[in-house]
C-alpha cells in the first residue's frame, strides 16, 4: 500500500475526549472514528488490525470445534418474549418497530436467536456436541460508553453457543472454549487470566471472565501471581480429549483468581501475602454454562439414546474483538506510539523514503517495496513527500513492528537502514540483505 494513495488520517494533536492511552493513540493514527455517542466508523488502518484480531479468534474456534455461521443484527421481539428476556433486559436493549408496528430489537446477545435455529432442525443426540458461532455486531445502550470502542454502544462480538445432551457433555464443550480463549489471548499477544465469574443475567452456575491486567481497567481484581508465568495450551491440544482439557481446566482454576464480584477475601489472604496480585483488568471474554435455562423456556429437545425427549444443555462464549483491538494497545505502546504485535500489526513492515523525488532514493523503495510486497508480506510504503521527521513519527504512531528507512547517504551506498519498533535497535545493511532478512 502506498501512503501516498490510502486513508490514515493523522491526528497532530492530542484529542481532549480520550482519557486513556488506547483511546487516544487509536484517534490519532486514524483507527477510529466517532459517529454518535458510542458508536464508531473503523477507518482503513483500524479495519485492518480488527480483520486480523478477528481471524484469530476464528481460527482457535475452528480448532475447538465450533462452526461458524451468521445471524443478524436484528430480531424480532418475539423471540425474546418467549425466554422472557424481552422485559427483562432493560434499557440496555435497542427496541425498535418496523413499518408494520412490529416490535423489533437490535441483538444485544444472541442466546434466542441461536436457540431457534437449533430446535427447528436438529432432533436427536446424534447431532450432538454442536457448536455454533458468529462474528457480529451488538448493540447495549450501554448507561456509560466510556474510552473509545473499549465500552461502546455498537460493537463486535464473538459469541458462540454450546449444545449437549448431558451435563458432563457441555462440561467439556465448555473446557473447549477454556482452552481455546487461552490459546486465543496469547496468539493476540495478551496474557489474560482466567477468573470466576458472577453469571449475571444470563444465569446458570459455572462462569469465567478472562481478564487481562491493565491499570486503566474497568474490573477490580485480585489472583495469584504465579498465574503471569502459566504456560498456555499448546498446538498439539486434543479438544476431543476429555481428560486432557479437564487437565488444562483444573490447572488453570487452581489458584485464586476472582472478580471483585466474586471476591472472597479469606479465601485471598490464605494466598501467601507476597503471592497476592490485586489490580485493575479489562474483561475480553466471558464464559458461561447454563444449563437448560433457555431449551426449557423455548423448546429445545433432543431425542437420547433412552428414546425419550431431554432438554439440552447450554452453554455461551463471547469475545470482544472491538474491546481488545485497545486492550492490545494499553498491554502495548510508548511515548511514541502502539507497538502492535507481529500477529495483528495493521501492516508487517513499513519502507520509509526519507527523500521522495531522490531518483536514488525512490528506485531503492520501489525495489524494496515489489520484493517484499512479492514475497507476501502487507507492506505500507511512505511515498508522500512528507519531511522525514514526520514520517519517522508516522511510522512509530502506527507501530508497524518493522521500518525499513531509505535516505539518500545510505541509499549511495546499496544500504538501508532496519528498525525494530519495539527496541528502537538500528542496523544498516545492504538492501538485498535488507529483502532477504524478510523473505526467507
Ligand atoms: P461488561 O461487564 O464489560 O459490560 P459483559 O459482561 O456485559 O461485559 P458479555 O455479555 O459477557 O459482556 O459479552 C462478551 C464480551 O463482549 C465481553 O467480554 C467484552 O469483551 C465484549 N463487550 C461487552 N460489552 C461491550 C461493550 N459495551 N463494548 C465493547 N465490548 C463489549
Ligand atoms: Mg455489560
Not at 430489537?105 to 437449533?118: A, K, Q, S
Not at 481455546?180 to 495478551?190: D, I, N, P, V
Not at 502492535?340 to 523503495?365: E, R
Not at 538500528?426 to 535488507?434: D, L, P, Q, V
Request: a negative charge.
Amino acid at each position: 500500500m502506498r501512503l501516498s494513495r490510502y486513508f490514515m488520517p493523522i491526528l497532530k494533536e492530542n484529542p481532549k475526549e480520550a482519557e486513556i492511552v488506547s483511546h487516544r493513540l487509536m484517534l490519532r493514527a486514524g483507527m477510529i472514528r466517532q459517529q454518535s455517542q458510542g458508536i464508531y466508523s473503523w477507518l482503513p488502518l483500524g479495519k485492518r488490525v480488527l480483520d486480523k484480531v478477528n481471524a484469530i479468534i476464528r481460527d482457535e474456534q475452528n480448532r475447538a470445534g465450533a462452526i461458524e455461521l451468521s445471524m443478524p443484527t436484528l430480531q424480532s421481539a418475539e423471540l425474546w418474549q418467549e425466554s422472557g428476556r424481552y422485559d427483562a433486559y432493560g434499557k440496555e436493549m435497542l427496541r425498535i418497530k418496523d413499518r408494520q408496528d412490529r416490535p423489533m430489537l437490535y441483538g444485544p446477545t444472541n442466546e434466542e436467536m441461536v436457540t431457534d435455529i437449533f430446535r427447528s432442525s436438529v432432533k436427536s443426540y446424534k447431532d450432538l456436541p454442536l457448536n455454533l458461532y458468529h462474528i457480529q455486531l451488538k448493540f447495549r445502550d450501554e448507561i456509560r460508553p466510556r474510552f473509545g470502542t473499549m465500552r461502546s454502544r455498537e460493537f463486535m462480538m464473538k459469541d458462540a453457543y454450546s449444545f449437549d445432551l448431558t451435563r458432563e457433555g457441555a462440561e467439556h464443550s465448555y473446557n473447549k472454549m477454556f482452552a481455546a480463549y487461552l490459546r486465543t489471548f496469547e496468539r493476540l499477544g495478551l496474557r489474560a487470566i482466567p477468573m470466576r465469574a458472577d453469571t449475571g443475567p444470563i444465569g446458570g452456575n459455572l462462569s469465567h471472565e478472562f481478564i487481562i491486567l491493565a491499570d486503566t481497567g474497568e474490573s477490580e481484581v485480585f489472583c495469584h501471581k504465579d498465574f503471569v508465568g502459566f504456560d498456555i495450551p499448546d498446538e498439539r491440544t486434543d479438544f476431543d480429549s476429555v481428560e486432557g482439557l479437564q487437565a488444562i481446566f483444573e490447572k488453570w482454576t487452581s489458584l485464586y483468581a476472582a472478580t471483585s464480584e466474586m471476591h472472597d477475601e479469606a479465601a485471598f489472604n490464605a494466598v501467601p501475602e507476597s503471592d497476592r496480585l490485586s489490580a485493575r483488568g479489562i474483561e475480553v471474554g466471558h464464559i458461561f454454562y447454563f444449563g437448560t435455562k433457555y431449551s426449557e423456556t423455548m423448546g429445545a429437545k433432543v431425542q437420547g439414546p433412552d428414546g425419550k425427549e431431554h432438554f439440552v444443555h447450554m452453554g455461551s462464549y463471547g469475545i470482544g474483538p472491538t474491546r481488545l483491538v485497545p486492550a492490545i494497545i494499553e498491554a502495548s505502546h510508548d511515548d511514541n506510539g502502539i507497538i502492535w504485535p507481529a500477529s495483528v500489526a495493521p501492516f508487517d513492515i513499513v519502507v520509509i523514503n526519507m527523500k521522495a523525488g531522490d531518483q536514488a532514493c525512490d528506485d531503492t523503495c520501489e525495489l524494496v517495496y515489489a520484493a517484499l510486497t512479492k514475497a507476501g508480506k502487507d507492506v505500507l510504503y511512505d511515498d508522500t513527500d512528507d519531511r522525514a521527521g514526520t514520517k519517522f513519527a508516522t511510522a512509530d504512531l502506527i507501530g508497524v513492528p518493522v521500518q525499513v528507512i531509505a535516505g539518500p547517504r545510505a541509499v549511495a551506498n546499496g544500504e538501508v537502514e532496519v528498525k525494530d519498533r519495539k527496541t528502537g535497535a538500528r542496523e544498516t545493511m545492504t538492501i538485498e540483505a535488507a529483502i532477504n532478512r524478510f523473505v526467507a
